[in-house]
């Protein structure tokens, strides 16, 4: 049984795929992973090779400095809404993901890994602490959560939005929200996201 929160299981994951020591955790993940560097964006200069695994209130608050960076950025977001995807649409590559699916993530991160300028890997990451449930059924939340349409898979590239599978179950919310009690959604506004982004990707 893999037991977890997402911040940990994606870390794990994260580490097989890349084959080298992550350079930094920002501090709010500190408390799901080992590895952590509080002050590395004060610190360090944002190099192309610097691989920075943050989250997302991280992201916020540094979004100014990334932008003007030249690094590959894997965030792991701990609320099931996309953030920062297609606001830096105009970037090189950006993606969302989730460790439930590992091909997926494992192609984008390679993908972005051989890519220059900032690229943006934006993971979907629930925490059981955080929305209260179960931490045995965390690769079966994210899995909910995709299979919906609540997170979408999809890449933007050079501008053009590359769209993933029709999720499976797109506008059945019940196993989303008799899993944990945070979070609510609604069908209408989940289904006209994903037309939304489908129009985009024709385009």
Not at 44 to 50: F, V, W
Request: hydrophobic content about 40%; charged content about 25%.
């Amino acid at each position: 049984m893999i037991v977890g929160c997402g911040s940990q299981l994606t870390m794990k994951l994260l580490r097989d795929v890349i084959k080298k020591d992550l350079l930094t955790v920002s501090t709010s993940l500190k408390d799901h992973v080992s590895i952590f560097n509080e002050s590395f964006f004060m610190e360090n200069p944002l190099e192309s090779n610097a691989i920075a695994v943050i989250d997302d209130k991280t992201a916020e608050r540094f979004l100014p400095s990334l932008i003007k960076s030249s690094i590959l950025v894997i965030c792991c977001n701990r609320t099931p809404f996309v953030k920062f995807v297609k606001m830096l649409g105009n970037i090189g590559y950006s993606a969302t993901a989730s460790f439930d699916n590992i091909e997926d993530l494992s192609r984008k991160i390679t993908k972005a890994h051989t890519m220059t300028g900032l690229r943006f890997i934006e993971v979907l990451a629930p925490c059981p602490s955080e929305w209260d449930y179960d931490r045995s059924l965390t690769v079966q939340v994210a899995g909910d959560l995709v299979e919906s349409g609540i997170w979408p898979l999809f890449e933007i590239e050079g501008g053009k939005v590359i769209l993933g599978p029709r999720p499976a179950k797109l506008g059945i919310l019940e196993p989303v929200h008799s899993i944990q009690s945070k979070y609510q959604f609604d069908q209408k506004q989940v289904e006209s996201n994903w037309k939304s982004i489908v129009q985009l990707s024709v385009k």
